[in-house]
């Protein structure tokens, strides 16, 4: 028989048992819904962190930290043994794990590898207050500016950086210090106080050298007022990084003058949690990867953009395993109806397989039709399944990213392909589900099959 | 022409071998009509599905047109019997959810007869059998002298040179019956294809050139009308 034929024969007898061939497809089709959409989400997930990393990170730069542990595999489930030279870090958690820092001659150790552009630590400080002639204070946080974070500007113009003497405000402060526009706050003023801190260390060292005196005069540190042109204005973007959307952003060397004089004499001082080498030419993987392999071999902990990628997308990935893992066990278990399902239709179509076999049909041909059968199922339970999942997507989209705030950005994004590659594979099982039912059918003695009556 | 020699089928094992046919030897020319007489579960079935090819014998030999049915690999039979052979059964074997014109067509499709050949065929066929104006109807929806007409023409669409009947009109009134058998007759004339007439009911056999009597997997009896003609003149 030609192929064609054999298609439309099987897709005949499917039809002539509509609700049968409609409930074997739905079961498949559940599984494939959870797959489309999982699939889906895990597309829209990659892609939103794939923006909100591309629009605050330069892919050319590393990530450095003193510690190669920060990175990945600070364990939080064993103590840590007390090192002084170590700073501590609250996790999100509460937890406080001590972490070594970088200090200006790591900086400066860093430069100096071969195929390091440059290196910039990230630096940022807790200011007091900010405010205006007039106006509430708000506290606040100052971060040194970095070109490959291109900021939204809502008003003002940037170089390649925040000139001297000005910080780029984020709009979510406009109104409390009074502008009615960001426009309007271009080439105005804010004020800027900063407080030192002081610590263990700088406790110590006052008592010695100026008594109880000195102590007082610590415990009530005179604050530092600065004033700053603002000037731009950035949008608060749906692709920056969470929970920074009120820093305030001003040059390296600005922020760096605040930050030493917050922690002057403290443990803090010139001590950076990370710093940001930058390769040269560090687009391409390979030169990255060199770097990398360089600052790591020093005892530095190093990470690439795609490798925050990687972490960032692995709790995801763990979830939408489990859901795919489902989905999998929902096919699988679809895979018994069509098994069920084409026994019956061999079993119905005993006399029709005897007279095809007695006009000589050819055993391969039998067992293509049923296994054929079996595909079409598949097919149209896959379908069925992708279909339903991304009609529901298309129309639930908007309001997902609503309350997700994603701005327009969709969280379910399908790939037609991918579907494609679904369906095909939920075909082959189908295939493979049909085989022994299709042996059955071509192995059937036709004499045996027409004596039913 | 068929030649049968010596065939013989046993069913079962030892103990429980049941001798179905044995030592049958016979020939019928291309072209003519045999009718297989016997009561039932004299064997008469057993006979037309080896004669056919559907079913092994235990031992002896079929030559059809000098071709060793037996000696064929699966494929070759497949295609040999998909080209030479059709058959009508007691029990119609239509299929009921299918058009009169898709019934016609499962020939053609397993002989693979080209695609813009078929239409002709199948409406000559549906024609042949005065189902012409029915060729979109369900099969389902036929009574049963139109089921066993539709079968006619299902097996005569692909124009083969034996055509093997087991009880066509068993399940038919006597005048339907009567009808069917003259198509049949007639087809044997018009299309010049041997007609295997599987039968209870002598006076049908009587109508066929050849009749051979079975009775318990023995020939009882080998009447050749032909042969028995020309001894007279
Ligand atoms: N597969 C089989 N196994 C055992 N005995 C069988 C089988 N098929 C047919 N028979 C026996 O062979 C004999 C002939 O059967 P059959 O050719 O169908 O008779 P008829 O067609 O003349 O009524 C019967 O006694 C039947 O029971
Ligand atoms: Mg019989």
Redesign the pocket.
Known sequence: MYTTDLIRRSGRSLASAKTRTLLTAIAIAVGTFALTLTLGASNGVQSYVKKIIANNFDPAELIVTADSGLINKTDTTKPQEYDSSFGSLTTAAGATVQVKKLTDADLLRLSQLPGVQRVRPAVSVALQYVTRPGMRKYVGTLTAYSSSQKPDLAAGTLGDDVPAGSIILPDGFLSSLGFSSAQAAIGQTVTIAVQPAFDQTSLQSAFASGGTAALSQLATPATTLQTYKIAAVSKTSTFSQPGTSLYLYASLAETQKLSDLTTKGTSSYRRYLTAFVKAADGTNPKKLDAVQTEVKALGYGAQSVADTEAFLTQIITILQGIVVAFGIIAVVASLFGIINTMYISVLQRTREIGLMKALGMRKRDINSLFRMEAALIGFLGGILGAGAAVLLGLVLNPWISNKLGLGGDPLLIFNYLQIALLVAALMIVATLAGLLPARKASRLNP??ALRTE | MISLSAISKV??KKDTA?T?LSDISFEVPAGSTLAVI??????????MHIMSGLDRPTSGTIKIDDVELFNMKPKAMDAFRAGTMSFIFQAFFVEANQSCYQNVMLPLEIGQVPRRKRKSLVMNALKAVELDDKAGVLAGNLSGGQKQRLAIARAIVNQPKILFADEPTGNLDSTTGEKIMQLLFNLNKDLGCTLVL?THDHELAARCQHQIT?KD?HIESIVDRRAARKAQA
């Open positions: 004499i045996d | 069913y079962g049941f179905a016997g009561k039932s579960g004299s064997g008469k079935s057993t006979l599987v079975i997997g």
